[in-house]
T-cell receptor, first 113, second 115 residues
Framework: GESVGLHLPTLSVQEGDNSIINCAYS??????FIWYKQESGKGPQFIID?????DKRQGQRVTVLLNKTVKHLSLQIAATQPGDSAVYFC????????????FGKGITLSVRP | DTAVSQTPKYLVTQMGNDKSIKCEQN?????MYWYKQDSKKFLKIMFS???????INETVPNRFSPKSPDKAHLNLHINSLELGDSAVYFC??????????????FGPGTRLTVL
């Protein structure tokens, strides 16, 4: 698989390979992080989240890694499928009343058949 | 079974007109949001309401006025539309509170085109 920072807007991977999408967040006080997937013509859809007291969380085919030291978040997708093609966003938030999500720039994942 | 719904899905209008976008959620959430997504896919929060009370108001022109008749609805009214208002507008909702993590659920979006 390939990894890309937020300054590169597109990630192209071969079907079946693993994908790694990286994100640098800005607020050291953020304690909750979410990855969203946005397919063409649709709203962002929740994929997986992680709280700041964890450094790894696994879902079905997806894993999120959190490195608070360098304020870095990554999303790993195993065995990437054509249906994974979408724009992916990381988002950070503090907890508590009146908290808000701050979204990173989107990264387009394109899966080659 | 739509969780967060928006109407209309597409809106094409002339500069200077006034238009509204409606949003409804049936998730029982107490907080609703409006986001603007530009042509580069950058997603930025505009407003947030908690139990019909405005709690987040980012730097948005006062031509934009949200209205929340009840906690399941948050509408967005835009006066004197400008070309730069062309974007996709997303409504979202979530639970909120001191110990709540802010997972937000998004609607399908309204693509606004100002001619």
């Amino acid at each position: 698989g390939e990894s890309v920072g937020l300054h590169l807007p597109t990630l192209s991977v071969q079907e079946g390979d693993n994908s790694i999408i990286n994100c640098a967040y800005s607020n050291s006080a953020s304690d909750y992080f979410i990855w969203y997937k946005q397919e063409s013509g649709k709203g962002p859809q929740f994929i997986i989240d992680i709280r700041s007291n964890m450094d790894k969380r696994q879902g079905q085919r997806v894993t999120v890694l959190l490195n608070k030291t360098v304020k870095h978040l990554s999303l790993q997708i195993a065995a990437t499928q054509p249906g994974d093609s979408a724009v992916y966003f990381c988002a950070e938030s503090t907890t508590g009343a009146n908290s808000k999500l701050t979204f990173g720039k989107g990264i387009t994942l394109s899966v080659r058949p | 079974d739509t969780a967060v719904s928006q109407t209309p899905k597409y809106l094409v209008t002339q500069m200077g007109n006034d238009k509204s976008i409606k949003c409804e959620q049936n998730l029982g959430h107490d907080t609703m949001y409006w986001y603007k997504q530009d042509s580069k896919k950058f997603l930025k929060i505009m407003f947030s309401y908690n139990n019909k009370e405005l709690i987040i108001n980012e730097t948005v022109p006062n031509r934009f006025s949200p209205k929340s008749p009840d906690k399941a609805h948050l509408n967005l009214h835009i006066n004197s539309l400008e070309l730069g208002d062309s974007a996709v507008y997303f409504c979202a909702s979530s639970h909120s509170g001191a110990q709540i993590y802010n997972e937000q659920f998004f609607g399908p979006g309204t693509r606004l085109t100002v001619l």
